[in-house]
């Protein structure tokens, strides 16, 4: 009866750590793809903050039909977030691109291109 007992106990032990390892590796997987949600959504709401400084006149404190000089506090958009670090290149009177990388995992990062009535994923 006490072998029994024993393995038993074994078992209930093994599958209780192999368990806890899949959840934790589950959590950290979901917390990568929770990060890049956030990075793509904060792309987003610059490109759009973006698109409506653009058309913004001058006088308004706009852009007056161009993004050639933008920058982070003519939208109101911090450079870095508990999301990742955020830059702008490329800037044109009809396009700029923005790209974010990750805080969660540094090697990861999305472009976007944004022009005036469209935004386009840069490889």
Known sequence: MGQQQM???LMATMIVGIAIVLGLTMYQENALAANQDELRDALMTVAARAQGWYRRPGML???AR???KISWTK???DSSTTSGN???TNKQQASFRITGVSK???SWSFSLMVFADSIAAVP
């Open 86 to 88: 955020f830059s702008m």
């Open 7 to 9: 393995l038993l106990v």
């Open 61 to 63: 404190g706009g852009g």
């Open 66 to 68: 161009s993004f050639s």
């Open 75 to 77: 939208i109101h958009f």
């Open 104 to 106: 969660e995992d540094p």
